[in-house]
């Protein structure tokens, strides 16, 4: 076995260390060392999405990235996404204010996926959406509510009024 | 998928990535933006006693103009060069292809380095370098060298990089300006290799192509340059015969492997029609 590496990191806003062997997988890091299984492992082979988190200003896939890359990195998880006080944030309402989840397996990384598009473009259209989603699987919805709970949230953020699109 | 064990560095200049590299020679492999080698690694296709990871070297990084060429720097992400003013003005092909890799996650992380020097044959920007004429520079233990992109890629995974070698930067001559480009790729998915991709830069000249190159992508075990093609369209204004013609003789090269993708027939004809496809669009384009 390699030699163990101290790493240190923040996560939603705190400071966490580890020792972990190189091979360690930066979603395994996050999920077994830190405890925190919100964000998901679905088919480790870079494709689904489902372990995105936000880390320096990217939309990265954790399974795809070494916990010791994540040196001194800031990394944002589901976790960190609801509001100081406790309230859900835009995009978490508007994944339920537009039924943008069935079963949920996807909806953490299409919630750190859609708050890094959030964060880059303000107001994107529809097609813009799905681009920039296009890194993340759903298999039960479809897309169509979760394109809409981005448009929920960005409207939201925008401090404007949502009206769902003519069908 | 747990990748095997290995041995992590992060040195922060060339000079100290290389002695790196040269010690541990064929045990050791660079680990740029990681997205095609950390999962080879969990499929343990690929298993490095020692992993060099080069995102601390800032040497590497960056896109500048050096008199008539573009300078990039390995570890610039996709992403990166999508966000670039200079590429988007000078190389506006790069950006196209760029869109097509992958997807937002993986362009985040991922490199033009490694997806140039990986000599992966499903890579987009092998054949996209070969197209523009792009010249590797390679330093090593001793004296640094050049290698024009076309003559890098010797076989699927295997190109002129020694052991203990590595990619430190990519000039690409500038495109005319007025030049025409497309990056034509079909793909099953968002995130697949190409079934069949090809890649057109030519200048038009009283309505008539002057210069033209022709790349291919995931059609070969390398990246290839489809020079017979190429050199058939020059005089012509792209007439459905020419097309037609300067596809077959681009399909005359192709030696894809049957696999999800679909059989060889099917995958050289694909290929024809994106050179069809991306000779068209590039040409609407010039001007």
Known sequence: ?167 | MIPGPFEYHRPTTVADAVKLLSTYGDDARALAGGQSLIPMMKLRLATPEHLVDLRDVKELKGVSQEGDHIVIGPMTTQHELLMSDLIAKSLPILQETALTVSDPQVRYCGTIGGNVANGDPGNDMPALMMTLGAIYRLEGMEEGREVPAREFYQGAYFTALEPGEMLTGIAIPIPPAGHGYAYEKLKRKIGDYATAAAAVVLTMSGGKVASCSIGLTNLSETPLLAEAAAQLVVGTTLDDETLKRAAAAAEAIMSPAADGRGPVEYRKHAGGVMVARALKRAASRAG
């Open chain 1, 1 to 167: 076995m390699a030699k163990k590496v101290h790493v240190t990191m923040t996560v939603n806003g705190q400071q966490v260390e580890g020792l972990v062997e190189p091979r360690t997988l930066l979603v395994h890091f996050i999920r077994e060392n830190l405890q925190l299984t919100g964000t998901h492992i679905g088919c480790e082979t870079t494709h689904c999405g489902a372990c995105t988190v936000d880390l320096d200003g990217m939309s990265v896939k954790s399974c795809t990235m070494f916990a010791v890359q994540a040196e001194g990195a800031n990394i944002l998880t589901i976790e960190g996404m609801a509001n100081p006080d406790g309230t859900l944030s835009a995009l978490q309402e508007g994944f339920r204010m537009m039924h943008g989840l069935q079963c949920g397996f996807c909806t953490p990384g299409m919630i750190m996926r859609a708050h890094r598009l959030l964060q880059e473009n303000r107001n994107p259209t529809e097609e813009q959406i799905r681009f920039g989603i296009s890194g993340n699987l759903c298999r039960c919805t479809g897309y169509q509510n979760i394109v809409k709970a981005i448009q929920y949230a960005a409207a939201k953020m925008n401090g404007v009024e949502f009206k769902e699109a003519a069908e």
